[in-house]
């Protein structure tokens, strides 16, 4: 069995060089947990503006031009903190532009997506292939998300020797769509365009792409890769998914424990552990001196954190803020996204002033403290291929409320009479995304939030639970292993 494998992690987020999501943090992590187990794991992403920005070291790999994209410079850099190699790719045309890696400044997708993350893909494909230009030889070809999706489909049409590839899916709501005569003008040939190929409807899909040419698929959490074979939240791709059945697994996402821990986290003012709470009590009243809140040490203080998007149910949130401001409860949103969603959220907060924060923006050290600070976290999302701020808030003793679907699902242990007893119970799960569930869920954790022996039991759950990446990232070991070896020649 081969140990020492050579794993490229194609992506395009890593935190903290540039994050729109969880994806940012599980392409910072896993390839630093895979390389503790010894794998060489290095990543692969565009470099945007604050990418070259951080990294003013980065030294020039190799150069290549290439037809529809021209002339393009891969880069060689290291993660600052854990340092796992980089290889960046330069092109100033696509990458160096103020705005998000994939929006302008306005919340509009950059029209040449297609291009950026079909640079992306192809060289992707070429490092993974016999014609690599590097010295280091890929094992394993490591996709994440529509941006790569056409990676294992270049490969399939490379007539070259090539890397296997896995595809990892952490959101089917966003597929890369694009116009059929994109799929010419990205160098793939016209057979490609077909069902049985990259195709969707008349489009091209870079998603798709992926899913039918990779050799094996993850998702990010195993109740997900169960939901997204069927109609309800396969997004289109169920009957593709249903179809690569044996192909797909879903292995669950760990946590950053070192950036994500109340005892050192250099975020808060305040440190604490399980067996030492009381710093959690002074950053709840630092934290409602911050946003406005009402100065009451005993209100039940509610924390969101999320992008704004229907997926992530805020439209649930706001439906129950009613009745949870009249039980005395408070709330702290963080958050950007959806414009009506944003204005709806505002709304909320003026109508509720001292009960209600509401912060729009993307703000990392908030959204620390609002973990810390909360007691209770609100995650209702409708669909969630695994999530990640309900496993921030048990290690933070901030008990989530969730909906029980895809990861959620999977990380929160529903508090029940038997869970209770046998101290496995960790937050609150509810099953239909309604907001009488939602509210039903929220009046059950607050039930418990009154009886402080119970609370402080529960909260000691959900703190020594781990969350760490070292079991994922083994799982990820044992499959790269799987498909080397079926992939191997036969003697
Ligand atoms: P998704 O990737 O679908 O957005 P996850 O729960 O996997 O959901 O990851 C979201 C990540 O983004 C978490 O690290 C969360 O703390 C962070 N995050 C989301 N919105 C904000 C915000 N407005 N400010 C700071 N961090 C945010
Ligand atoms: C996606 C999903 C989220 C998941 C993250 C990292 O953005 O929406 O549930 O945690 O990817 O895998």
Redesign the pocket.
Known sequence: MKTKMNILFATSEIYPLAKT???A??SAALPAALRKLGLDARVLLPGYTQVLAALPEARPLVSLTLPTHGAVRLLSATMPDSGVPLIIIEHAGYFERSGSPYQDGSGQDWPDNYLRFGLLSQLAALLASATSPLAWHVDILHCN?WQTGLAPAYLHFSGTAAAPTLM?V??L??QGIFAADTCALLGLPPESFSMQGVEYYGNLSFLKAGLFYADQLTT??PT?AEEIQHETLGFGMHGLLQSRHDALTGIV?GIDTDAWNPASDPHLPRHYSAARMTGKAVIKQLLQQELGLNPLADAPLFGVIS?ITP?KGQDLVLAIAPQLIQSGAQLAILGSGDSVLELALRRLASTYPGKVSVVIGYDEGLAHRIEAGADIFLMP?RF?????NQMYSQRYGTLPVVHRT??LADTVVDATDTTLADGSASGFAFDSATPGAFLTATQRALALYVNPVQWKKLRKNGMQRDFSWESSARQYQALYQSILATDAPVA
């Open positions: 999501g969880g994806l943090d599980v998300d990892t952490h959101n709501a966003y990010v959490s997900y996402n992008r997926q999302s969630e291929p695994c999530g990640l895809g990861g």
